[in-house]
């Protein structure tokens, strides 16, 4: 997915470079008066640098009614942080590099949580923010209370948490923190959060000052957004952390009945007055490796910017957006990103109609599996490698290479390809039919798309299956 | 003009069954699976009539060319000869037949095949030792060679080549290949074909024959001047220079005797016909590259690991349980059968695209094929071991009849099993019997909430092993295959 991600952003550059040329050429041919030549030279070059460097300073910044933060469009995600390469080990050198590389260029948001990269989000976050400790004032920390285990719901546990997060994070203060991941049942929420005191607890710490916006994330069903938000009169929530993009705004019930579209729970927040923070403003990078066709339809509008960058210009678009977070893994993640808020240029509303409406609808067509890779499901006890299964799966689809139709010339060489890719993406031994459906990726671990993880398996495992042995 | 001939032949024949034992997609079979049937060891075990014959006939009227052109161990020798005599020319000398040693090893093999003594007749016949010597030497090479391709094809997003699992399938099988091949080279490079005249069983069988073929190298007597290079130069030590005789039931046919004769004294004819034309042009060395191209390509395999920001549970790799009763593939009717066919050439195992066959280590079926699931199960679509085997061993199957066959049945260990102990639902197992043998059912028959545990149908399971591939048990699943002395058809 990122890999994708990557893809598209160097086809962007292929095409800018083209048309350099081309300017080049042009220009070249235009000059025969002396001087001219260089002239345009220079200029043209400029230009390439400016397609691929962002500016400093020229970032768009949303401000929170409450505290009057002034918040950067671009919110950096750690959730999906780099690794060395051929390890897991997560590359502390880069993080710090990109960290730093982002705050240069005004961005000043940062997300975290104490389950994001197998637990170890929190503190590479905390490592690299905690060499600019004297801008401390500068730039914001978000992480959440994501208290799924049994272990952490006791009020001595979530407690323990959320100092733990607070000494990770190297900080004496929280800007930004949430309740993470509310939506699945108001049993759950008071569970989690009312019963063993904790909704005081953290009422307390903010009026101490120790948590300067509280808020919480959702995923989920529509009655429990409707009865949290209506907490508001009680607790007051800072800030609501969303999903939002061209793909979920109108159709995220419809990909799956248990989420809620954007459109409404944006329009919620807007009545109420609550600043939204944004999240999967590319669906896991599903939005920025779509189908050849939509690929032609951006591009002829704008051909010099990437096909993520609509993705992040939607979710900015909006004015009741605070921020839209971004796991950039790659620093061309970031710089394109940077590019696409430095400054923001809206969609226009024929263009956000174009994304979430004709384009949308088209996509829905095409019936993908909305895994976004966030790995919440892992590490499955079986070893089986969920989020790669169905990232695979989906490249298949949008790429148009799922064998289907047994009739066609095509089947034997899709049906090849398709197996010999798998091999090459998933150990056998992690492939779906070693998944035995005991459902723990959906009962004690939590998908935020509401997929029914195990039926899925099943579902490709039998299509496998079945392309095996029409050999 | 002979010389040439054996060369070209013998080239044809090396490469064609070099490549049927390398090759692991299962499609060099089609055009090449027949160099295997023409086999002589393997036809007789087959009774495979049409090739018998045709052998019989060929040695009777040409001698024994079978040697040289069709047996693949025969023609390896021929090369580490070549090299041999690149080190030194003229090196070999007459000697006499030992007739004693063949006929008594040659008793022996056949006391051994009536007696289904597999490990003594594998160890000798020629075919195997090859077949042996190419799956478990060279195949794994050429394999590592074919997984960096298929490694720069994946950067290349190119499916021409897709990457395999390289691993030991039985280490003494292995040690076996090494040794044979390291005596080969040895007796090889300083005699020729000693093994072939002294030992091998297919060959003593075969001189029989060619003491009275049509067709022999013949000496003229009067053209002879005693120079004694055809003696030097003859790899069966058959041709006595000072008596102008050659011993036909050794002799090869290869033609070096005719083209090292610079007096034109030896010939290639029929009794009643006088010396036609000979040509002794230069010969051409064009066959030697052959199969040590593979060796070039070996380097280590592309690691592939997968990075995953939710990280991956570890996984024991399966190990195979204790069979009491070792499972042979479908088509291969009994333990015994295969006993009394199997030459152990290996072909079979090259073949398997599931990493389910393996030589036997265990002492009876030393080196014969069995079958084992820690790597893939024998799937219901391929029959390619069936349509490999040369020697009747494994007899041909179609899909439609290989999903009747019983070859073995499944065996659940409740104290192992997670659903049985209430640890997961599961029931991996029954959802992927190809043929429906396996059920879950409570454990407690009066609660329909109790655990449930694999119930087998033994009547309809095949044995296939498809329950003890997938389930999640490791390193010894949970539900194992026991393999039938008989097979089945249900």
Known sequence: ?471 | MLRKIRITLATIFLLGLTFLFLDFTGTAHTWLGWMAKAQALEAVLALNVVVIIALVVVTLVFGRIYCSVICPLGILQDIFGWIGKKAKKNRYSYSKELKWLRYIVMGLFIIAIIAGIGVFFQLLAPYSAFGRIMSSIFQPLYMLGNNVLAGIAERADSYTFYSVDVWIKSLPVLIIAVVTLIALIILAWRNGRTYCNTICPVGTVLSLLARHSLLKIRFDADKCKNCSLCTKNCKASCIDFKTHTIDHSRCVVCGDCIKSCKFGALKYTSPTSHASGTSPSAPTDSSRRSFLLASALATTALAQKKLVDGGLAPIKAKQAPGRVTPLTPPGSLSASNMEKHCTGCQLCVTKCPNNVLRPSTDLTSLMQPVMSYEKGYCRPECTLCSEVCPAGAIKLIDKAEKSSIQIGHAIVTIGECISAQGRDECGNCERHCPVGAIEMVPSDPDDDLSPYVPAVNEAACIGCGACEYVCPVRPFSAIHVEGHEVHRKI
Not at chain 1, 46 to 67: A, F, H, I, L, S
Not at chain 1, 166 to 194: C, N, P, T
Not at chain 1, 343 to 365: R, S, Y
Request: hydrophobic letters at 35%.
């Open chain 1, 1 to 471: 997915m990122n890999n994708n991600h990557s893809k598209n952003n160097q086809a962007g550059c292929g095409l800018s470079r083209r048309s350099f040329l081309k300017v080049l050429g042009a220009g070249a041919a235009a000059a025969v008066a002396a001087c001219a030549g260089k002239k345009s030279t220079d200029a043209a070059a400029d230009d390439y640098k400016n397609q691929v460097e962002p500016p400093v300073g020229k970032m768009t910044y949303r401000t929170n009614p409450t505290t009057g933060d002034k918040v950067s469009l671009l919110g950096y995600g750690m959730m999906r942080l780099p690794t060395k390469e051929g390890t897991e080990d997560f590359d502390q050198d880069m993080i710090n590099r990109q960290i730093d590389y982002a705050l240069e260029h005004g961005v000043n948001y940062f997300d975290t949580s104490p389950v994001y990269c197998r637990g170890l989000s929190e503190r590479c976050t905390g490592i690299a923010l905690a060499r600019h400790k004297d801008k401390r004032k500068d730039f914001f920390v978000a992480t959440k209370l994501s208290n799924f285990s049994p272990d952490f719901q006791s009020a001595e546990g979530a407690k323990k948490m959320y100092h733990d997060s607070m000494s990770e994070l190297q900080v004496d203060y929280l800007d930004y923190y949430l309740l993470h991941a509310i939506g699945g049942s108001m049993e759950e929420f008071d569970k989690r959060y009312v019963t063993n005191g904790i909704m005081d607890f953290l009422l307390a710490e903010r009026e101490a000052g120790r948590i300067r916006n509280l808020g919480f994330s959702f995923h989920g069903r529509q009655d429990v957004f409707d009865e949290v938000l209506a907490m508001h009169d009680k607790y007051h929530w800072d800030f609501v952390q969303i999903e939002l993009n061209w793909l979920d705004w109108n159709y995220a019930n419809e990909i799956n009945s248990g989420n809620v579209d954007a459109s409404y729970l944006y329009a919620e927040l807007q009545k109420k007055g609550i600043p939204a923070v944004i999240m999967e403003p590319l669906l896991g990078g599903r939005l920025a490796n779509v189908p050849q066709y939509v690929v032609s339809e951006l591009k002829q509008r704008e051909p010099e910017k990437s096909i993520a960058s609509w993705a992040f210009r939607y979710a900015g678009t909006p004015e009741g957006v605070l921020t839209v977070l971004s796991g950039m893994t790659y620093m061309e993640h970031l710089k394109d990103n940077l590019l696409s808020y430095c400054p923001l240029t809206p969609l226009t509303e024929e263009e956000q109609q174009l994304l979430d409406t004709k384009i949308a609808h088209q996509m829905m067509e095409e019936e993908l599996i909305p895994c976004n890779a966030c790995q919440y499901c892992m590490p499955c006890p079986y070893g089986i490698d969920i989020p790669a299964i169905f990232t695979h799966y989906n490249k298949m689809k949008t790429e148009g290479r799922l064998p289907s139709d047994k009739g066609s010339a095509e089947y034997r060489r899709q049906r090849r390809e398709y197996l010999i890719s798998l091999d090459r993406t998933i150990e056998r031994d992690r492939q779906p039919d070693h998944c035995i459906k005991c459902g723990r990726c959906i009962s004690e671990k939590h998908c935020p798309q509401s997929i029914r993880i195990p039926a899925e398996m099943d579902r490709i495992s039998k299509f496998i299956e079945e392309l095996k042995r029409d050999a």
